[in-house]
Nanobody, 115 residues
Framework: QVQLVESGGGLVQPGGSLRLSCAASGIIFSIASMGWYRQAPGKQRELVAVITSGRTTNYAFSVKDRFTISRDNAKKMVYLQMNSLKPEDTAVYYC?????????WGQGTQVTVSS
């Protein structure tokens, strides 16, 4: 019932920045939270950042003070501003939404941090 489309990934040098965007469509009423997850090759998908309907945010320790999640309800968008990127941030980043107890996922966008 919710479609999520990520964009903004790409190749960036260590220390650089990227801004990921996630556009939500479909039945987006009562979305409790939205977030970003990432999955590196051969690794488990992990939580990066979450923002609730009340604008409360949570971050993985590894990205704390470097990444910022935000949402624009009017534009039906959620963003992830990534600064001071490290090679270990390289992964496919997925947008996530929770609505009525169901989880929805985007297709993912590749982020590669390399010199």
């Amino acid at each position: 019932q919710v479609q999520l489309v990520e964009s903004g990934g790409g190749l960036v040098q260590p220390g650089g920045s990227l801004r990921l965007s996630c556009a939500a469509s479909g039945i987006i009423f009562s979305i409790a939270s939205m977030g970003w997850y990432r999955q590196a090759p051969g690794k488990q998908r992990e939580l990066v950042a979450v923002i609730t309907s009340g604008r409360t945010t949570n971050y993985a320790f590894s990205v704390k003070d470097r990444f910022t999640i935000s949402r624009d309800n009017a534009k039906k968008m959620v963003y992830l501003q990534m600064n001071s990127l490290k090679p270990e941030d390289t992964a496919v980043y997925y947008c996530n939404a929770i609505r009525s107890g169901d989880a929805y996922w985007g297709q993912g966008t590749q982020v590669t941090v390399s010199s």
